[in-house]
Structures are given as C-alpha cells and as structure tokens.
C-alpha cells in the first residue's frame, strides 16, 4: 500500500457505498436456520417468531406523536431471549421466551405499547413469556487493559483488542487506478469508533493506535448505532508489523469461514485471545435476539465512549463463565475452528451468572460489507 493514505481511504469509501447500494433493505424476519438447545434437542419455530414478535412489540418503532408518552417504556428491558420458564425460583425445563428486565412495574406503570405478555400466540401454539430480573452488561474496554488497539479521544484512550483482519475486494488502488484487495483490522465500534449517531460515519482522520502509541490503522469505517452493530474497520498502514498484530491472536486457530451463533448448540466450547485476558474458554448458555448495552461517558469510572447512551444490539452470544475483562473487547470468539462472533461485554446475568457478550460475526458481516476475513500467517 502506498503513502496515500486519504486516496485509499476515499476508494474504499467509494466501494462500501457501492457495495450497500446493491444490499437488498434488511428485515428482521427469522433466518430459516434450524437453531439448536443441544446435538439434537431443535428449537422450534413457533419460539424463533414469538422471539421476534416481543423484540418488534419492545424495540420497532414507536407510533409518531406530539403528545408526551405515558409510562415506561423501554428503557428498563436488558434483553430478550430464549431460555428456561422458571416457577417460584425453580427451573420448570420448560422452553420460553425471556424477557430480563432491571425491574419489574405494575402494567398501570408502563406504557400500553410495551407490557409484556404472559404469552404469545403463534398459529395454534401458545409461547410462554417470562420475565426476569437481571442488570445491562458493561462494554469492554478500557484505559488501562487492552494494549492491541485504541483511539485517541480527548479525555483519555479507549483500549480493545484487534479481532482479526478482514478484507474487501473490487478496491481502486489510488495510485495505478488498479482494482483488487485491501485489507483491514476488525474490532468493535466502543474500541476505535467511539460510536456514531445519524450518518456520522466518516472518521477518515482518525488514527488507530497500538498500546505503545504507534500508528496500525487509518481511518475508522462503521455504522450508525441505530444498526445494532458494535464493529467497525481500520484501513492497515504500511508500516503495521504484521508480527505485532499477530501477538495478540497467538493460541487462538481460526478458519476463513464464519460460523453463526445461531448454529451452535448449546454448551458448545468457545475461544477467545483477549489483548488482557489472553487465551480463554468458555460455553455457549444461549443467543440473545437483543440486548442492550450501555455506552456512557464517566471518566469517574474510566468509561470515555463518546455516544453516551444505551444502544440496542442485536444476535448476541451469551457465552458462561466470563471469560473476558476490561480491555478484551473486540476480541474474535472461535468456535470449532471457526470464527463466531466479537466479544463486546460482560457482566452478571438474570441466574446469577458471569458471562462475556459477543455479537454474531455474520450480522457484522451484513452490515460492515467486507468480503472475508484472514488470520496472520
């Protein structure tokens, strides 16, 4: 790669906006993939399109209206899921759609839109609905974990850990005007983006910084937070030491080709190479059809995320026990041999439980536009 810096920046620009142009609009409507409990045990459908009816009903949009909204809305749902009825703090073995929520309101208390039905009716199957008390996982990075990749801001350094590398093809090289691969270091958005509201989508001068300071990337390609995405791309510089790069992924084997969540069955073993935590392993619990995680900016608790807000994500990994601390995030989650997911939070679940929070690489995929990815040699 050449020393134009901003001439590459603007060609890859130019072929992600013709890259989306020809994406067909997205929707939410169930993927028709078998999902699994366990080798086995399916999910059934009727669960997959209750789970999408309860996150439309709490997270589509709302009627338009000039007068002031009446109740709680969603402001105090964690995530939706599906899992385990439980009665009277037992589990039943049971299937149904959870809701875990920061606390529980009388229905007169909540908006009329969002209360949460007992259950759901799909075709001549009647979906239970449970509601669970649980609190928002916390985003991962931090000023003083990671040391693999970071952004400059003016408070401090958000540090995260490069996932992998990925790629995108049909690239115009703005020097010989020739057509091929550039390749790019995958993350999350809180890492090197910051995250962005609206169109603000063009940091072409921001700069991606390794934990000694020194320049890895050029510019940082993302999108809008209302996406539900927290990933994002940095063009590699030239003199990137592949070897360096490399450092932060030792222990972790991966394939080029990507493996949905959603195909995982659970207790699946999975890996990460977290820039903190090094290499680590834990278990699929579930997968998530949203959560919500918040972005604050607190320098009182080492939080510099310049969003400031709680962001809907969506097809989330839920991997138990934690395997991950502040300064993994953006960590590659690997499932046999296959890259899954990026880690994006942790915290304690509604059962009690530490877990890790990635979010499906594919969706990454869809919305990001890159064309594969690849591991150092």
């Given at each position: 790669?050449?020393?134009?810096?901003?001439?590459?920046?603007?060609?890859?620009?130019?072929?992600i906006?013709?890259?989306?142009?020809?994406?067909?609009?997205?929707?939410r409507?169930?993927?028709?993939?078998?999902?699994?409990?366990?080798?086995g045990?399916?999910?059934?459908?009727?669960?997959?399109?209750?789970?999408?009816?309860?996150?439309?009903?709490?997270?589509?949009k709302?009627?338009?209206?000039?007068?002031?909204?009446?109740?709680?809305?969603?402001?105090?749902?964690?995530?939706?899921?599906?899992?385990?009825?439980?009665?009277?703090?037992?589990?039943?073995?049971?299937?149904?759609?959870?809701?875990?929520?920061?606390k529980?309101?009388?229905?007169?208390?909540?908006?009329?839109?969002?209360?949460?039905?007992?259950?759901?009716?799909?075709?001549?199957?009647?979906v239970?609905?449970d509601?669970k008390?649980?609190?928002?996982?916390?985003?991962?990075?931090?000023?003083?974990?990671?040391d693999?990749?970071?952004?400059?801001?003016?408070e401090?350094?958000n540090?995260?850990?490069?996932?992998?590398?990925?790629?995108?093809?049909?690239?115009?090289d703005?020097?010989?005007?020739?057509?091929?691969r550039?390749?790019?270091?995958?993350?999350?958005?809180?890492?090197i983006?910051?995250?962005?509201t609206?169109?603000?989508?063009?940091h072409?001068?921001?700069?991606?910084?390794d934990?000694?300071?020194?320049?890895?990337?050029?510019?940082?390609?993302?999108?809008?937070s209302?996406?539900?995405?927290?990933?994002?791309?940095s063009?590699?510089?030239?003199?990137?030491?592949?070897?360096?790069?490399?450092?932060?992924?030792?222990?972790?084997?991966?394939?080029?080709?990507?493996i949905?969540?959603s195909?995982l069955?659970?207790?699946?073993?999975?890996?990460?190479?977290g820039?903190?935590?090094?290499?680590?392993?834990?278990k699929?619990?579930r997968?998530?059809?949203?959560h919500?995680v918040?972005?604050?900016?607190?320098?009182?608790?080492g939080e510099?995320?310049?969003?400031?807000?709680?962001?809907?994500l969506?097809?989330?990994l839920?991997?138990?026990?934690?395997?991950s601390?502040?300064?993994?995030?953006?960590?590659?989650v690997?499932?046999?041999?296959?890259?899954?997911?990026?880690?994006?939070?942790?915290?304690?679940?509604?059962?009690?439980?530490?877990i890790?929070?990635?979010?499906?690489?594919?969706?990454?995929?869809?919305?990001l536009?890159?064309?594969?990815?690849?591991?150092?040699?």
């Open positions: 790669m050449s020393e134009n810096g901003d001439g590459w920046i603007e060609q890859i620009r130019s072929a906006a013709t890259k989306r142009k020809k994406k067909k609009p997205a929707t409507a169930v993927k028709k993939v078998k999902r699994y409990l366990a080798p045990i399916e999910i059934p459908s009727e669960f997959l399109v209750a789970q999408e009816k309860i996150i439309t009903q709490l997270f589509g709302a009627p338009a209206t000039r007068k002031p909204v009446k109740g709680a809305t969603n402001q105090h749902v964690v995530s939706v899921g599906i899992g385990q009825k439980v009665t009277r703090g037992k589990p039943t073995g049971a299937l149904c759609i959870v809701v875990t929520v920061t529980k309101l009388p229905m007169s208390k909540v908006n009329a839109k969002y209360r949460i039905p007992k259950s759901i009716k799909v075709g001549k199957v009647s239970p609905v509601i008390i649980g609190k928002h996982a916390r985003p991962l990075a931090s000023v003083v974990g990671g693999a990749c970071g952004i400059t801001i003016p401090g350094l540090k995260g850990s490069i996932g992998c590398f990925c790629f995108m093809q049909n690239v115009k703005p020097d010989t005007g020739k057509v091929g550039v390749n790019l270091l995958l993350t999350n958005s809180h890492v983006g910051g995250f962005v609206g169109n603000d989508t063009d072409s001068s921001d700069k991606v910084l934990g000694d300071s020194q320049q890895i990337g050029h510019g940082v390609f993302m999108v809008p209302s996406n539900g995405i927290d990933a994002a791309m063009n590699v510089t030239d003199d990137t030491p592949e070897g360096n790069m490399h450092s932060h992924t030792d222990g972790l084997k991966f394939s080029d080709k990507i949905s969540p195909d069955s659970v207790g699946t073993t999975v890996q990460i190479a820039a903190l935590s090094g290499s680590q392993s834990g699929v619990k997968v998530d059809g949203v919500q918040p972005y604050e900016f607190n320098p009182a608790k510099f995320y310049r969003l400031n807000k709680t962001v809907t969506r097809d989330i839920v991997i138990h026990p934690s395997i601390q502040g300064g993994d995030s953006g960590s590659l690997v499932a046999n041999g296959r890259p899954t997911a990026l880690l994006i939070a942790g915290g304690i679940d509604e059962d009690g439980e530490s890790t929070l990635a979010q499906d690489l594919t969706t990454i995929q869809n919305e536009l890159f064309d594969g990815i690849f591991s150092v040699p």
